[in-house]
């Protein structure tokens, strides 16, 4: 919803309002007239109202709804307003909360929480693994030196796997959320597809390595950033 309008709770002189409101949509026969007679109404009775979608909030969901023409349209399920629904904050919980899952913890250096897992699977098993945590959890999508520095902290010489792949179109490394893969620290040599071929990356010693994604298990670090992951580009 826009926030073109203020919602209030609507109160029992505000629903006479509404109700006179969508009445007079029907009674008017200058279709121009029943915008400025709606809108009109309800402001008068301090009813908030949405210039969007030009129907009272809290208006019945058959109400007449109003193009910017102000002709009257049949009320759309897609675009419709939702009936008198308010939202409420939630006075219980801190402003503060860390909204990644139980288990990641936040790099002062990034701005991410990483939860590093020492269970060995391949490449996608450990992709849906971290994906599964929450929304905007995905394999680790390392940005630049200082979130390679933080993740090599977190793992020493461990091999990992990352968020990176060349799965869908050989040798265009995208990372786990769509976007083509901004920072490749590889080491010398790689990616060097080898054998029968290695589209899954992963962080060995402070720089990457193209591995087979199946059936290589290792270990394997997953990162909240609140960006979800988009199995278009790691799906053959
Ligand atoms: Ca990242
Ligand atoms: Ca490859
Ligand atoms: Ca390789």
Same mark, same amino acid.
């Given at each position: 919803?826009?926030?073109?309008?203020?919602?209030?709770?609507?109160?029992?002189?505000?629903?006479?309002?509404?109700?006179?409101?969508?009445?007079?949509?029907?009674?008017?026969?200058?279709?121009?007239?029943?915008? +400025?007679?709606?809108?009109?109404?309800?402001?008068?009775?301090?009813?908030?109202?949405?210039? %969007?979608?030009?129907?009272? @909030?809290?208006?019945?969901?058959?109400?007449?709804?109003?193009?910017?023409?102000?002709? $009257?349209?049949?009320?759309? $399920?897609?675009? $419709? @307003?939702?009936? +008198?629904?308010?939202?409420?904050?939630?006075? !219980? $919980?801190?402003?503060?909360?860390?909204?990644?899952?139980?288990?990641?913890?936040? %790099?002062?250096?990034?701005?991410?929480?990483?939860?590093?897992?020492?269970?060995?699977?391949? /490449? =996608? *098993?450990?992709?849906?693994?971290?994906?599964?945590?929450? =929304?905007?959890?995905?394999?680790?999508?390392?940005?630049? &030196?200082? *979130?390679?520095? +933080?993740?090599?902290?977190?793992?020493?010489?461990?091999?990992? /796997?990352?968020?990176? !792949?060349? @799965?869908? &179109?050989? &040798?265009?490394?995208?990372?786990?959320?769509?976007?083509?893969?901004?920072?490749?620290?590889?080491?010398?040599? *790689?990616?060097?597809?080898?054998?029968?071929?290695?589209?899954?990356?992963?962080?060995?010693?402070?720089?990457?390595?193209?591995?087979?994604?199946?059936? !290589?298990?290792?270990?394997?670090?997953? *990162?909240? &950033?609140?960006?979800?992951?988009?199995?278009?580009? =790691?799906?053959?």
């Amino acid at each position: 919803m826009s926030g073109m309008h203020r919602e209030v709770p609507i109160a029992g002189c505000q629903r006479v309002a509404v109700r006179s409101a969508a009445q007079l949509w029907y009674a008017a026969d200058v279709k121009p007239l029943r915008y +400025a007679a709606a809108a009109l109404l309800a402001a008068v009775a301090g009813c908030s109202f949405d210039a %969007s979608g030009a129907r009272p @909030i809290g208006a019945p969901a058959d109400a007449p709804v109003a193009d910017a023409r102000g002709d $009257a349209t049949v009320p759309d $399920a897609a675009t $419709a @307003i939702p009936d +008198a629904g308010v939202a409420t904050p939630d006075a !219980t $919980a801190p402003p503060d909360a860390d909204p990644c899952p139980t288990g990641y913890a936040r %790099s002062a250096a990034t701005g991410s929480a990483y939860r590093y897992a020492t269970t060995r699977r391949d /490449w =996608f *098993e450990a992709e849906a693994d971290c994906a599964a945590d929450g =929304f905007g959890t995905h394999l680790v999508v390392i940005a630049d &030196d200082t *979130e390679l520095d +933080a993740i090599a902290a977190m793992v020493g010489t461990t091999q990992v /796997w990352i968020g990176a !792949t060349d @799965i869908v &179109d050989e &040798d265009q490394f995208v990372d786990v959320t769509g976007a083509d893969l901004a920072f490749q620290p590889w080491k010398a040599g *790689e990616p060097n597809d080898s054998g029968p071929g290695e589209d899954c990356v992963e962080l060995a010693d402070h720089a990457y390595n193209d591995d087979a994604c199946h059936p !290589t298990k290792q270990r394997y670090v997953c *990162e909240c &950033d609140g960006i979800a992951p988009d199995p278009d580009a =790691f799906t053959p």
